[in-house]
């Protein structure tokens, strides 16, 4: 089945999906949670755990999503838990919206955009200050079935870095891992990178080789 993932896709995603108060992704926690708080952007936040967990330890959170419905959602879960940190809701098309300022952390979990898949990991690589992280959680590409997306809205982890240029940027994760979540096998792309200080590479992002495929 093919999707188109744009607003009326999600709106209507997330219309018929009852709220499930899910748990914040696992990864965040091995991957963020050393790190100092400072400004974040969840990129995709559906429900919104990751962002709740990240402003509970004192993060300056933007949440963005393109689904009014689900972030009305998200703003009632989070208003009931008081947090040290803030949570700012955005609805956005992430394919399109830009920013204000750069993040100490972007992250995105699971999310699909309308457009290619990779070309939006370089959109959020794009979004990260420099000595910030970029922490990347996707579906497995060759595991599009059953509750799995297609293909076209998968990766795998050496796609993901192949698009790091490495002047700019260390990958300290670059795994693929497999988990059960409520008994559903889940297939995981899991990148974590810190873009590099060094004042040449500052205005860098991902940079796809010449020969990268559009799709």
């Not at 999707?3 to 997330?14: A, L, P, R, T």
């Not at 394919?95 to 995105?108: H, M, N, Q, Y």
């Amino acid at each position: 089945m093919t999707h188109g993932f744009d607003k009326q896709y999600w709106e209507e995603h997330w219309l018929r999906t009852e709220a499930g108060g899910s748990p914040p992704n696992p990864y965040l926690a091995r991957e963020i949670g050393e790190l100092a708080p400072g400004s974040a952007l969840d990129a995709g936040c559906g429900e919104g755990a990751e962002a709740i967990w990240l402003a509970s330890r004192g993060w300056r959170v933007t949440a963005a999503d393109i689904s009014s419905a689900v972030l009305s959602r998200a703003a009632e879960r989070a208003a009931a838990i008081e947090v040290p940190g803030k949570v700012e809701w955005v609805e956005a098309d992430l394919g399109s919206w830009t920013p204000d300022a750069r993040f100490d952390l972007v992250t995105t979990h699971y999310a699909h955009p309308a457009m290619p898949q990779l070309e939006f990991y370089d959109r959020l690589a794009g979004w990260v200050a420099p000595g910030g992280t970029l922490l990347i959680v996707g579906h497995l590409h060759g595991h599009g079935h059953g509750h799995q997306p297609p293909d076209e809205a998968s990766a795998t982890a050496a796609a993901v870095t192949a698009r790091l240029d490495g002047a700019a940027w260390e990958v300290v994760t670059a795994e693929e891992q497999h988990r059960t979540l409520s008994g559903r096998p889940l297939h995981d792309v899991v990148v974590r990178a810190t873009r590099r200080r060094t004042a040449g590479t500052i205005a860098s992002a991902m940079s796809p080789p010449s020969s990268a495929s559009a799709g």
